[in-house]
């Protein structure tokens, strides 16, 4: 079929089945493809937000989920501290994922503050809000920086 006839099938299509098409075609890596279909898609012209705040507002949708994510994946790790270690074993995994939880909530503190929003509502979207045990211990610094980081680029703070 010539390329011609293969657009006039893909501007015939709805704009669902257009990015379906070419996202199975860009996992495909079938560049050409993707390019027809993209080539295909019906152009609009639209009037919208400014461009900072919808980048801030959907950054902050992002930490919230990513922050939900891991709080509950370090909560788990630490609920299940190897079952099978007693006494200093088990003490020495705890405090260690302890340590890991404490540097997860003092990166989203950081972050919030830079980002002048209370961590509060991103605990809240995350549904992790009020469920913050105060536990005793210092923040792991290397998760501290791998949080930090990770939530300073999720917010699009940087």
Known sequence: ???QQ???????LTPHEQANLAFEAAMR???KEVALIVNAVEQKTYVTGHTDYHTRSN????????F?????KTFFKLSTANINQ?????????QSRINQFIALNTALINVCTLLKIDPEVIREFAECRGITPNFKGTADEMFL????????????LV
């Open 145 to 156: 920086e791998k949080y930090t980081e990770l939530f300073t680029i999720t917010a699009r």
């Open 68 to 72: 939900g994510i891991i709080y509950w």
């Open 59 to 66: 950054g902050l949708i992002y930490l919230s989920g990513i």
């Open 29 to 31: 890596k079938d560049e």
């Open 6 to 12: 293969v657009n006039k099938l893909y501007s015939k």
């Open 1 to 3: 079929m010539k390329q």
């Open 86 to 94: 007693t006494g200093a074993a088990f003490d020495s995994i705890a």
